[in-house]
């Protein structure tokens, strides 16, 4: 229903734009007033005040639809506009998020989603305080959820904003509160069951967007409309023209820019986060049961998959395009889009003998012979995705809902991500510690007002916001890697882990990650004036100085943290008392879909 | 289905143990696939698959086809486990 009726929207949006000549940013702005009113729509639709249906959807949403909702929160602003771009950039190399990114479902699948379910209650903490008992882990859980979904957050809103300031023209910070006026409108009222229906309407719109312009681009190249099989042939002659370019490392040579432990310590890191994320594992609680729950990660995966394997092909095409559109032209030959997102900042002809220093995203000075070489071509990685429209030669019509598909990729996530966060400071933090009197509509009544708040506050930081998308979600994973990853695993796979050992562990596994990531990501030695902290990775500001363990750059921080906290929470419950029969029941009863009362 | 007290305890067991082994047979899978095609990807890059270099095409695709297999094939696994250990939930 809803594909049928956001493909005739598109057809009469394509015919106005012939007959009316629709100016392009007329055409944006519709998209996206539409889109978001079609989300905010369903929201007010699926208002609730049950708290059932606010915090798990009545526990009715069908695996295939559980499935779907979970890949448009999964899928993000950065596997949108930044996975092709970073597949055009860095070859095989950037392979290590397609894998990192999907392989960590099986994880999910096979010892996390099915027990999760089992056990049936609101949100990830909840799992924690009931399995290790007390109000400490419940608290430690909270601070870890809001800390991850936080990070995660900020990256979705950069996202939306930029989306929104290069489409409209308008600022950033106007973008990404209006981003935000949308996400409100959908997870205040409706909780989870408005947020599950409005992922399941932006899934579509997302991976629409994702497909139209890369086929168009294969039907042009290869005359195959499938470009995820058409793309080997076009390879090859990526290849050859490699080649006559004097390119050392090739698209697809291994380890070319990124060294093989980084390389494998991110594809780990990546995995087991998404096996931590508490936004997404909270979906497998909204199923009607074990078996749902099990077939509905392979429905997430199935989607899921729709758009990564296409991303590698997306990357190829572009690149194929613009070795041969572009690379080896003069300068008056250059096709439109390199004018226009030059304009916005995203690509830049570095020709000119003065480039370093006149135009901006050029590093080093051209040789100024009115022809580009590979070597003076400067592209942003998000270029890829929002001017392969232009690149096919596709009518505005289509960059209008790219930028739809990309906003839809944000927003979807930021639900999911913001209803976590207000979950577990109501849910957890209010309703189980410091007023477990308290009656629904005020328990509502306080997710609610959270959700304002956090959503505010959130603003406020991205707009400040140092890092870039791609590196807060990277650290964001490594976090959720540390810090839950151990804890779920083994209160469901070994009985003898303690109460003690997962406050430890976590403790130990999320401060080491986050010691890592602020001193090697974000320099807190230099913002604070301590030596306390790890020094940052190698950068031109800093010559000489490396912090780095074993070369590992800060994204991958998990590759540490998850290991410590696993073993700290193994030697510690190993050193404490044995955990409770009780425990032992409730654990039992967690392995087994049903038990019969023996 | 009748489970019945008798032998409970030991059925039990066993449906647990089971539950491991694809478990951890899986997991040694998805490691296979992931890290050792990876850490091996320069030499696996030299053969050609559909067109592709192995390694690339692994990373890209198989994998993740691979990935997908395993869950399925998981789910399928566990609710015919579910019904054969009388574990099932709905009936």
Known sequence: MYTGGFLAFLVVLALAEHFFNLSDKTIGYVFLAATIGLYALIGVMSRTASSDEYYVAGRRVPAVFNGMATASDWMSAASFIGMAGTLYVQGYDGLAFIMGWTGGYVLVALLIAPYLRKFGQYTIPDFLGARYGGNTIRLIGVVCAIVVSFVYLMAQLSGAGLIMSRFLGIEMMWGIIAALGGVLVCSMLGGMRAVTWTQVAQYIVLIIAYLIPVVWLSIKVTGNPLPQFAYGGVLEKIGELEQQFGVAAGHVVPFARTDMANFLALTFCLMVGTAGLPHVLMRFYTVPSVKEARTSVGWALLFIFLLYFTAPAYAVFAKYAVYTDVIGKGLDQLPQWVAYWGKIGVVAVCDAVDAATTIKGCTAAGNGDGIVQLKELWLHGDAIVLATPEIAGLPYVISGLVAAGGLAAALSTADGLLLTMSNALSHDFYTKVVNPNASVVQRLTIARVLLVVIAAIAAYATIHAPATILQLVGQAFSLAASAFFPALVLGVFWKRANKAGAIAGMLVGFLLAGYYIGGVGWNFNGLFGVSFFPDPAPNPANPGVDGRWFGINAISAGIFGMPAGLLTMIVVSLLTKDTSPDIKAMVENLRYPRLSKA | ?91
């Open chain 2, 1 to 91: 289905m009748a489970t019945g007290s008798e032998g409970g305890d030991a059925r039990r067991a066993e449906y647990w143990r089971r539950t491991v082994t694809v478990t951890a047979v899986l997991l040694a899978i998805w490691f296979v696939v992931t890290y050792v095609v990876a850490f091996f990807a320069k030499p696996l890059n030299e053969f050609s698959f559909f067109g592709f270099p192995f390694a690339f095409y692994m990373g890209a695709q198989g994998s993740l086809v691979i990935y997908l297999g395993i869950i399925f094939y998981y789910a399928r696994y566990m609710n015919r486990l579910d019904k054969e250990f009388g574990v099932a939930e709905e009936d």
